[in-house]
C-alpha cells in the first residue's frame, strides 16, 4: 500500500489552482490502483472466510468426507448419498420440528417481550436511559457464560427454581427441566427468550424513537389514544424496523449452538436436538463432513428464505 | 377542580412510578447474573446453595477458577485482542472505500456483505477445519483469531461505513490539494473523525472474540490452547462437582461486557442499533 501512496502523491501537484482541479492524467492510474487496494484486504477476507467456506461445503456434501481423507487425501465422490442420508435419518424430522419450534417460540417470545418493554421505556422517566442501558448485559456476555447460569437455576434438586416453587406450594416435585424430554425443549426456548430480549428492546425502541411525535398529537384529536393509538399509528410506522427484527431474530435463531450444547447438548432423548447441532455433532463428533455439510446447507437454504425476505424489508425501508 | 400543581404533582408520582417499575423488571432480567455472583461466593460441592445472599462471602470458588482456568482467560484475552487488530486493519479502509469512492460495484458489495452475517458458522468452522488441518492453523491462536475476525469484520464495515458516509468530502480533498496521498489522508483525517465508530467496532470484535465459542470447540483439539468459554464448557460438561467454581469463572468471563456497558454505553447503544438497521 505504502508504494501506491508514494505513487500518487509523487505525480499529484503541490499546489494546484482549485479545489475541485481533476487529478492530472499521470496519476489517476495509480490514484485507481490505490482506492483498489483500500478494499483488497476485506474481499479478500470474505471471499476466504465466507466464500471459501461456502463452496467448500457445498463440495465436501457430494463428498465422501471423513477423518480418512484426512489421512489419504480420498474424497470420493457421492452424488446425493449424503442428502439422502441425513434425511432419511429419523433423527432428521425430529431435529427440524425442533428447530421450528424452537425458533418460533423464541422468536415470539422475544419480540412480545421487546415491544413491551420498548413501549414502556419509550416513556418519559427519571433513570430510563441508565436502566435500558442495563437491560443489554445479557445480550453482550458470553453465550456459554448464560447457559452456565441457567443450568444452575434450572438445576433439578437444588436449582433456585425449583426450591423456590416448592417453597412457594406451585409444585410438588421437582421439574427435570432439563432431563426430561417433555420440558427440556421449552427451557431453552426460554433461556433463548432472556437472551434475545436485549437486542428486540433495543431495535424497537430506537424505531419508536424516530416516530414524529406530531402523529401522535394529530392522532389524540381523532380520539386515538392507548392501544388504538398503537394500531393505528405506532404500528403501522414500525413495519420495517418489525420486519428486521422478526428476520434478523429468525436467521440468528436458526444458529444457536452454544446454548444447546451448554444446557442440554441436544438431549435428553434428543428432544432438543435441532439441524445446527446435528450438523456439528455429524462433523465434529462422528468426523462425517460430508453429512454435517449436507446439513448445514440445508440449513443456510432455510436462512436464505429468510435473509430474502429480510433484505426486501431492508430495502424497502432505506427506499421510505 | 384539580389544580396545576395536583396535575404536576401526579405527573411526579406516576413519573417516579415507571421507575419503581424498570427497576423491578431489571432485577428480574439480571437475575441470573446476581445468581451467579451469588454462587460464585458461597464454597460449594455439587449441590446448589439456595441462600439468597451468600452467608459468609468466600473467594475459595474464585481461587479454584483462577487456579484452573486463568491460563484460558488469558488465551481468550489475546485472542480478542487479536481479533480487534485484525478486524480495524482490514475493515476500516474497506469501509471508507465503500463511503467515499464512487465504485459501481458497491450494492453488490453491500449486498454480499449482508448476506455474509447470514451464513451459520458450523459452515465456516466445517470448512476451516479441514482447510486449518492443511496448513496447520489448527490449534493454533492466529487460527482462532482469524475465523473469529470473520464475524467482525462484515460487522464492522457496515457499522464504519455508516459513520464514514458523514465525513465531508471537502475535508478529504483540502488534505489531498495540499500534497497528502490517499492513504495518508485516510490516516490523518478519516481515521481521527470516525474514532467513534473505530471505537464501537473494536469493542464489538473484542466481545465477539471473548465469547466465541464454536469455533474454539471446533478449531481446537489438542486441548493445549483453550478459550474460556471452552474451559466453562468442559466444566459443564462433566458431573459438576464444585458449583462456586464453576460461577466465578462465569463472572471472570463476564468482566469485560460488564465493563463495557458501564464506561462505554454510548459505544454499544451504537453498535447495538447500527448493525442491524444500517
Redesign the interface.
Known amino acids: 500500500m505504502s508504494d501506491a501512496e508514494t505513487l500518487t502523491t509523487a505525480t499529484e501537484p503541490t499546489a494546484p489552482s482549485s479545489e475541485t482541479a481533476p487529478a492530472p492524467r499521470r496519476g489517476r492510474r495509480g490514484e485507481e490502483i490505490a482506492k483498489i487496494l483500500f478494499v483488497v484486504p476485506a474481499a479478500l477476507t470474505i471471499i476466504a472466510l465466507f466464500g471459501y467456506p461456502v463452496v467448500k461445503n457445498l463440495v465436501m456434501s457430494f463428498q465422501n468426507y471423513t477423518l480418512r481423507t484426512f489421512i489419504n487425501g480420498e474424497a470420493p465422490w457421492v452424488g446425493l448419498q449424503n442428502y439422502v442420508a441425513v434425511v432419511t435419518d429419523e433423527l432428521f424430522s425430529k431435529a427440524l420440528v425442533n428447530t421450528a419450534l424452537f425458533t418460533i417460540g423464541s422468536i415470539v417470545g422475544q419480540f412480545v417481550i421487546g415491544m413491551l418493554l420498548a413501549l414502556f421505556f419509550h416513556k418519559n422517566f427519571p433513570l430510563n436511559g441508565v436502566l435500558r442501558a442495563l437491560f443489554l448485559l445479557p445480550w453482550l456476555l458470553p453465550l456459554i457464560v448464560g447457559s452456565a447460569a441457567w443450568r444452575a437455576i434450572l438445576e433439578q434438586d437444588s436449582g433456585v427454581l425449583n426450591v423456590t416453587l416448592e417453597k412457594l406450594g406451585i409444585i410438588d416435585a421437582p421439574i427435570p427441566w432439563l432431563t426430561s424430554p417433555d420440558v427440556a425443549l421449552i427451557a431453552i426456548i426460554l433461556v433463548n427468550i432472556w437472551l434475545g430480549i436485549p437486542f428486540n428492546l433495543t431495535l424497537l425502541y430506537s424505531g419508536l424513537q424516530e416516530i414524529p411525535d406530531e402523529l401522535y398529537e394529530a392522532g389524540s384529536l381523532d380520539g386515538a389514544t392507548g392501544w388504538k393509538a398503537f394500531w393505528q399509528i405506532t404500528w403501522p410506522n414500525l413495519h420495517a424496523v418489525v420486519s428486521v427484527v422478526i428476520m434478523l431474530g429468525v436467521i440468528y435463531t436458526l444458529k444457536v449452538l452454544d446454548i444447546i450444547l451448554g444446557l442440554t447438548q441436544g438431549g435428553p432423548a434428543n428432544a432438543t436436538q435441532t439441524i445446527n447441532l446435528m450438523s456439528y455433532q455429524r462433523s465434529f463428533v462422528e468426523f462425517k463432513f460430508g453429512q454435517g455439510a449436507a446439513l448445514s446447507n440445508i440449513l443456510i437454504l432455510i436462512s436464505l428464505v429468510f435473509a430474502i425476505v429480510y433484505l426486501r424489508a431492508t430495502r424497502r425501508q432505506v427506499d421510505e | 377542580m384539580v389544580t396545576h400543581q395536583q396535575r404536576l404533582a401526579a405527573r411526579q408520582t406516576r ?2 412510578l ?2 419503581g ?3 423491578v ?2 432485577a428480574l ?2 437475575f ?2 446476581y ?2 455472583l451469588n ?1 460464585s461466593l458461597q464454597p460449594s460441592g455439587g ?4 441462600s439468597f445472599f451468600p452467608p459468609s462471602p468466600s473467594l475459595s470458588g474464585y481461587t479454584t477458577a483462577i487456579h484452573d482456568q486463568g491460563q484460558n482467560l488469558i488465551t481468550s484475552l489475546i485472542i480478542a485482542i487479536g481479533t480487534v487488530v485484525l478486524t480495524l ?3 476500516a ?2 469501509a ?3 463511503a467515499q ?1 464512487r ?1 459501481r460495484w458497491i450494492t453488490w ?1 453491500l ?6 452475517q ?14 486449518y ?1 492443511n496448513i496447520g492453523l489448527l490449534n493454533s491462536i492466529p487460527g482462532l483469531i ?2 473469529n ?2 464475524h467482525a ?2 460487522f464492522g ?1 457496515l457499522i464504519m461505513r455508516a459513520f464514514m458516509l458523514g465525513v465531508p468530502t ?1 475535508i478529504v ?2 488534505a ?9 489522508a ?1 490516516l490523518s483525517i478519516v481515521v481521527p473523525i470516525s474514532r467513534n465508530s473505530l471505537i464501537t467496532v473494536g469493542l464489538f470484535a473484542f ?1 465477539f472474540a ?5 469455533y474454539a ?2 478449531l481446537t483439539t489438542e486441548g493445549n490452547i483453550t478459550p474460556v ?1 471452552l474451559g ?2 468442559t ?3 462433566a458431573h ?1 462437582s464444585n ?1 462456586s467454581a ?2 466465578a ?2 463472572m471472570l ?2 468482566i469485560p ?2 465493563i ?2 458501564v464506561i462505554a ?1 454510548k459505544y ?2 451504537a453498535g ?2 447500527g448493525g ?2 444500517k
Open positions: 413519573r417516579g415507571r421507575t417499575i424498570a427497576i423488571l431489571l432480567m439480571l441470573p447474573v445468581w451467579m454462587i449441590t446448589l446453595p439456595s486493519l482490514v475493515a479502509p474497506c471508507y472505500a465503500l469512492f465504485f458489495a449486498l454480499a456483505i449482508l448476506i455474509s447470514m451464513i451459520p458458522g458450523i459452515v465456516i468452522a466445517n470448512a476451516l477445519y479441514t482447510l488441518e482469524i475465523a475476525a470473520a469484520v462484515p464495515i471537502s480533498e483540502a489531498r490539494v495540499d500534497g497528502a496521498g490517499l492513504v495518508r485516510f466481545l471473548w465469547s466465541d465459542f464454536i470447540l471446533t468459554t466453562i464448557y466444566y459443564l460438561g459438576i458449583w464453576v460461577m469463572t462465569a468471563a463476564s461486557a460488564i463495557l456497558l454505553q454499544i447503544a447495538a442499533t442491524a438497521v
